[in-house]
C-alpha cells in the first residue's frame, strides 16, 4: 500500500488550452502554475485491483485530504480501515485489521514541493526520472508515465496513467500496471479544491493498544 500511497502523491493537476500546446514542457509549465494555486484538496476514492494471474478483483474506497505544503490523509474506509497520515517528514501506516502502526520518517528534502503528486520532488526532477506521453480523448487528458531504470518507482511499475479533466484540471484517475501485470485503477469523485481545512483532521492518534513500529 505504500506504492499506492507514493502514486497518490503524484496526481497531476494541469492547464491546457488545445491539442497542438499538449507537449510535455507546456504540461509541466502549467503544473507549477496550478501548484501555486492549489491550497487544499479533497475527493472521495475508489480503487480497483486486478489480478491476472488469478483473475481477481479486489476493491476498496475512501477519502484523501491534502492541505499545502506537507499534509495529507488518505483514509481507506472499506472494506477494511486502514489509514495514511503524513505530517512534516513523518509518515504513518494504522491499520485497524492488525491493530498496528507504523511510523516512517521521510529522508530530508523530500516534502511535496511542489503539490501533493511530486514523489517528493520538483516537475522538473521528476521529468528526468519518467519517459513521459501525452494523449487526450474527448475531454479527458491523460499523461503516461514510464519510470526510466534509475527511478525507484521502475521496481514496482512499468507504467503509470494520470487522467485529468479539461474543465477545472483535477485529477479524476489514476491507472498502475506493476511488474506482475496487475492493475490498480484509482478514481477520484466530489473533488473540492482549496476549502478550508482544519489542521485537526491530520492530527489522527493511534490507539494504546496497537503495536507501534518506528522505521
Do not use: C
Amino acid at each position: 500500500m505504500l506504492k499506492i500511497l507514493s502514486l497518490i502523491l503524484v496526481s497531476v493537476l494541469a492547464n491546457f488550452t488545445n491539442a497542438q500546446e499538449l507537449t510535455v514542457d507546456y504540461v509541466i509549465e502549467k503544473m507549477k502554475e496550478k501548484s501555486k494555486t492549489l491550497e487544499t484538496f479533497t475527493a472521495d476514492f475508489e480503487q480497483k485491483k486486478i489480478s491476472t494471474l488469478f483473475d481477481e478483483e479486489e476493491l476498496s474506497s475512501g477519502k484523501f485530504f491534502y492541505k499545502k505544503k506537507d499534509k495529507f490523509l488518505l483514509d481507506y474506509q472499506k472494506p477494511q480501515k486502514t489509514t495514511f497520515v503524513s505530517v512534516g517528514r513523518t509518515l504513518t501506516i494504522i491499520s485497524e485489521s492488525r491493530k498496528k502502526a507504523d511510523i516512517y520518517k521521510v529522508k530530508k528534502g523530500v516534502e511535496h514541493k511542489e503539490g501533493f503528486w511530486g514523489f517528493g520532488e520538483t516537475f522538473e526532477e521528476a521529468k528526468k526520472k519518467f519517459n513521459i506521453k501525452i494523449s487526450e480523448i474527448g475531454s479527458q487528458i491523460t499523461i503516461q508515465l514510464f519510470p526510466l531504470e534509475d527511478n525507484p518507482s521502475a521496481k514496482y511499475f512499468t507504467q503509470i496513467d494520470l487522467t485529468v479533466q479539461r474543465k477545472n484540471w483535477t485529477p479524476s484517475k489514476i491507472v498502475m500496471l506493476d511488474l506482475d501485470e496487475d492493475i490498480t485503477e484509482i478514481t477520484f469523485k466530489k473533488p473540492i479544491e482549496n476549502k478550508e481545512i482544519s489542521d485537526k483532521i491530520f492530527e489522527v492518534e493511534v490507539p494504546k493498544e496497537y503495536e507501534k513500529i518506528i522505521h
